[in-house]
């Protein structure tokens, strides 16, 4: 049993037991965060597509870490007349650990 979740502007194929990165949500380490905008959900026999999103179903996961990714280096250059600029980021993240997928 798969379902397709969309968080933070993206969409992820997640299954029971999947560990994801996604973009920062506003939970701690160990606290249960739950996905309410479920796309798809396949069981195998039986396929629910949400026209957006399926009514009731939810996706369930637990907060394993928050964290912040490897640094971009940004570098900005114009020729002939001394313009030079570096510039870095770290983008945040929250590691889920899927826990349960139900539909409704």
Same mark, same amino acid.
């Not at 026999?45 to 996706?59: H, N």
């Not at 570098?75 to 349960?100: D, F, M």
């Given at each position: 049993m798969f379902a397709i979740i969309q968080t933070g502007g993206? !969409?992820?194929?997640?299954?029971?037991?999947?560990v994801l990165k996604v973009e920062k &949500? @506003?939970?701690k380490d160990g606290d249960t965060v739950s996905f309410s905008e479920v796309l798809l959900i396949d069981s195998g026999e039986k396929t629910s &597509?949400?026209?957006?999103?399926?009514?009731?179903?939810t996706v369930t996961g637990k907060v394993l870490k928050n964290g912040r990714g490897r640094k971009v280096h940004? &570098?900005?250059y114009?020729?002939?007349?001394?313009?030079?600029?570096?510039k870095g980021?770290? !983008?945040?993240?929250?590691?889920? @650990?899927?826990? @349960?997928?139900s539909a409704k």
């Amino acid at each position: 049993m798969f379902a397709i979740i969309q968080t933070g502007g993206k !969409q992820y194929r997640v299954k029971t037991g999947d560990v994801l990165k996604v973009e920062k &949500l @506003e939970a701690k380490d160990g606290d249960t965060v739950s996905f309410s905008e479920v796309l798809l959900i396949d069981s195998g026999e039986k396929t629910s &597509l949400g026209m957006p999103t399926i009514a009731g179903a939810t996706v369930t996961g637990k907060v394993l870490k928050n964290g912040r990714g490897r640094k971009v280096h940004i &570098l900005k250059y114009k020729a002939k007349a001394r313009y030079r600029v570096r510039k870095g980021h770290r !983008q945040p993240y929250t590691e889920v @650990e899927i826990k @349960e997928i139900s539909a409704k």
